[in-house]
């Protein structure tokens, strides 16, 4: 009975980490005869699990949505994610996932032992977030059913409106959904183009799954962040920025990270460089400094600065 139970529980947990799987792939994983894993299939069914089968050659297994939410199984690791996860999205990253997260949060939470607990708590202690607030908030159900579609193999149809204007329709086959600075993007083969694409989710509208399945494609490189971010590095950027402050050079580069770069000039000046598109953000970081600065680069960093120091005087007058 002891090897029935640890079979099932690993059973499900495969069923859980992917939308489909070929019957033979499954017996083979858990090392047990096609005869044996129909009637492991058969117990989950039993407990609740709603476990779909298809027959023939290539038959195989997938677990459906029920009507209720039977008991997830997760390892040590899945659960710090999950709970880090949703203390991100309480926060307000996702748009009206801020209270569901904070309810569910306080779930997980309750469920988990205390040695997993004390590793969430230190992971947020000594965590500093690499860059400031200010994306784009995203919607919490374009966000969801693109993630769907990348999980489950499923062709994508939606909107999108490029930095250059023009709104059209685009058939993808989705890969990997990729944070990369205050943004999310989509990471997929372009159907229209024959080609991999990157999308910024918040330019994306009106996404449709179409039922239609593929088999998943090789990223080159394998790594689809390390492909963003070269695609993102031969992009010419709009404004290239240059900015000399009164500090220090360690103090500028702990707050901007990877998203530029930082030189010293003495020991209590540097030079910050960047290349970006929106200047929000160096903006934001000569308010959070602090300290004196001179705007060598672009003019419009200039006038940008000047009209958001106007709005905050105005404000705080």
């Known amino acids: 009975m002891a090897n029935t139970s640890a079979r099932m529980l690993r059973l499900l947990s495969l069923l859980q980490t992917h939308r489909y799987w070929p019957g033979s792939e499954l017996a083979g994983r858990l090392e047990v005869s096609p005869r044996t894993l129909r009637r492991d299939v058969d117990r989950l069914r039993d407990l609740g699990y709603p476990v779909d089968a298809s027959r023939g050659v290539a038959g195989g297994y997938q677990l459906q949505a029920g009507a209720a939410v039977p008991p997830l199984l997760l390892d040590d690791d899945e659960a710090v994610a999950i709970a880090i996860g949703l203390r ?57 059913t693109i993630a769907l579609a990348c999980r489950g193999e499923e062709r994508l149809r939606f909107d999108y409106t490029p930095r250059d204007g023009g709104t059209a329709a685009r058939f993808v086959e989705p890969h990997r959904l ?60 709009r404004y290239d920025v240059s900015v000399v402050f009164e500090t220090g050079a360690d103090t500028v580069r702990a707050l901007i990270g990877h998203y530029g770069t930082t030189e010293a000039l003495t020991g209590e000046s540097c030079r910050m460089r960047m290349s970006i598109d929106d200047l929000g953000w160096p903006v934001m970081v000569l308010g959070v400094l602090a300290v004196p600065f001179t705007i060598e680069s672009p003019p419009e960093l200039r006038d940008r600065a000047l009209e958001t120091a106007d709005t905050l005087r105005r404000g705080a007058a």
């Open 178 to 237: 990729v944070p990369l600075g205050r943004r999310w993007y989509l990471v997929a083969w372009d159907l229209d183009r024959g080609d991999w694409r990157s999308f910024r989710v918040d330019r994306l509208s009106s996404p449709a799954l179409t039922g239609a399945r593929f088999r998943p494609r090789e990223i080159p490189g394998g790594d689809p962040a390390a492909w963003l971010r070269s695609r993102m590095s031969q992009i010419p950027a």
């Open 88 to 144: 991100t999205a309480a926060a307000g990253a996702v748009a009206g996932f801020e209270e569901t997260s904070v309810r569910a949060l306080a779930k997980v939470i309750q469920l988990l032992p205390p040695r997993l607990r004390r590793r969430i708590d230190a992971l947020r202690e000594v965590t500093t977030p690499g860059v400031l607030g200010g994306g784009p908030t995203l919607d919490a159900g374009v966000l969801t």
